[in-house]
């Protein structure tokens, strides 16, 4: 059996592993790493929740304890980027917690905070810097800091950060790193772009796969609910009496439906708090801790908090909007059943919401099982399985009278069925109501609408002289000072 003992890390690491409470590696630490020792780059394929983040923490530290090196002045020797702020600061616990026992020192930066104190902390250097890349990209552009000492880069969340746009920035701050490093990229997925990024930055990585992709936390018991929209949240305090839901995450689709659950629970008594991209730093992180330290029950969120959150003894995972990527909803239920407990992930679905729930059983090749509504029969119905070939069971939709819209009356339009006069094949006359000709008046001295006009021969165009008063003359020389003068009073101007 793999220990940490036998992966041969520092003394100092194992007592810190020791007080956390690991005793085992799990199945991507202990593949990664005795290779991330040995000074090679790699390519993690893992879910969250699969302990991927002490897979690349503690080969940083013991490398960094090994090569003992001053700090670089305003620099770092291990950069790790992050997609988001939460996540980030997670990271940088992790590392806290593993080299407690240590002198190296660590630092997060990401948007949402004054820039002036990470200027300050960022001053003097540090051993190991998290980041997100635009407030990273930010620090470098104003010289706060620079990457040319960085021996070791983390890409983590590689397929959320192209998700989010970042990989622009992301080639920009790779480029500013020396080209003699070590590089670990790791992802949920494995899509093309993933693929060209890690060819790109990667030399000779060992590919480390625990998980297959798209799969869910196989300690995670799935449950679907069908409810009408309009009952969702008359649902979500229904299943709040169960006293078996001890500490829950809520996920909706939008920042304002997360607002506005957390606005309806607290009126029936039920604190909670949002946490989504509209929330300041500050607001976002007093609601994270809160929800750790057992001050809140609920904790409601959007996707952007989906790999983010990390948090023990979520009990369960609620996704009161299915999201529109299964990949997110594979991502919202790792949040519970982490460290090798149990969790329950309860889904809603509305009718419009079908296509989501098959998408999502296609890519985890599992038929979500079906719960009944606790609030009844009728305020929700599940999709109706469709035959390849078979007729449409779909009612049609009829008109006021009962009749299908295809067959409803349509007024008849008034038509002209007598014999049309011979002409020259041009135009034809315009006709009265009873269908006979009628005479074109010309108006104006222009040809009537329905004759073709002669042809002209060509005419010059007609132009303004200013100096004379015909103004159909053509223009001989530069208008004169006195022309102009009277040519702004006729004007107005």
């Given at each position: 059996m793999t220990t940490f003992e036998t992966l041969k890390l520092d003394e100092k690491l194992l007592r810190a592993l020791k007080s956390e409470g690991y005793t085992a590696p799990t199945p991507i630490q202990a593949q990664s790493i005795p290779h991330l020792m040995g000074g090679g780059d790699l390519l993690g394929i893992a879910q969250t929740g699969t302990g991927k983040t002490a897979a690349f923490a503690l080969p940083i530290l013991q490398k960094l304890l090994s090569d003992p090196k001053p700090t670089p002045r305003r620099g770092c020797r291990a950069l790790i980027l992050s997609p988001t702020r939460e996540l980030a600061g997670q990271i940088q616990e992790s590392f806290r917690s593993y080299g407690k026992f240590t002198k190296l020192t660590s630092e997060v930066v990401y948007g949402g905070i004054p820039i002036g104190r990470q200027f300050r902390a960022l001053n003097n250097g540090v051993d190991i810097l998290v980041a997100t890349p635009g407030r990273l990209l930010d620090l470098v552009n104003q010289r706060a800091v620079h990457l040319g000492d960085v021996e070791v880069l983390v890409l983590d969340e590689a397929d959320h950060m192209l998700d989010l746009g970042f990989i622009i920035d992301i080639r920009k701050l790779v480029g500013m790193t020396p080209s003699r490093r070590q590089t670990m990229l790791f992802s949920a997925t494995m899509p093309k772009d993933i693929a060209e990024l890690a060819s790109a930055f990667l030399r000779d990585p060992a590919r480390v796969e625990v998980t297959p992709v798209a799969t869910t936390a196989e300690r995670v018991e799935q449950?679907?609910?069908?409810?009408?929209?309009?009952?969702?949240?008359?649902?979500?305090q229904k299943l709040m009496e169960d006293p078996t839901i001890d500490r829950a995450l809520v996920f909706t689709r939008t920042k304002h439906?997360?607002?506005?659950?957390?606005?309806?629970?607290?009126?029936?008594g039920v604190r909670a708090s949002a946490i989504h991209g509209n929330k300041s730093q500050?607001?976002?992180?007093?609601?994270?801790?809160?929800?750790?330290?057992?001050?809140?029950?609920?904790?409601?969120?959007t996707d952007i908090a989906a790999r983010g959150i990390d948090v023990d003894n979520v009990s369960h995972v609620i996704n009161f909007d299915l999201p529109n990527m299964p990949e997110s909803y594979v991502h919202r239920i790792g949040r519970t059943a982490r460290a090798g407990a149990a969790g329950i992930a309860i889904s809603f679905c509305d009718r419009e919401e079908h296509n989501f729930l098959r998408a999502i059983e296609r890519t985890t090749r599992q038929q979500i099982p079906v719960e009944e509504n606790p609030l009844g029969s009728g305020l929700g119905m599940p999709p109706q399985p469709r035959v390849k070939g078979a007729p449409s069971t779909d009612k049609p939709r009829t008109t006021r009278s009962g009749k299908p819209v295809w067959q409803r009356d349509r007024p008849e339009k008034k038509r002209f069925d007598g014999p049309r006069p011979a002409g020259d094949g041009i135009a034809t006359p315009r006709r009265d109501d009873q269908g006979r000709p009628q005479e074109s008046r010309p108006h104006q001295g222009k040809p009537a609408a329905h004759s073709r006009p002669a042809r002209q021969d060509h005419v010059e165009p007609k132009r303004w002289n200013s100096g004379t008063s015909n103004p159909t003359a053509e223009r001989t020389e530069k208008p004169s000072r006195e022309g102009i003068v009277q040519r702004n009073r006729r004007f107005g101007r």
């Open positions: 449950k679907i609910i069908f409810v009408d929209t309009a009952h969702k949240q008359m649902l979500l439906g997360a607002d506005k659950v957390v606005k309806r629970l607290e009126e029936t500050p607001q976002r992180e007093r609601a994270l801790a809160d929800f750790k330290a057992g001050k809140l029950r609920l904790l409601i969120a």
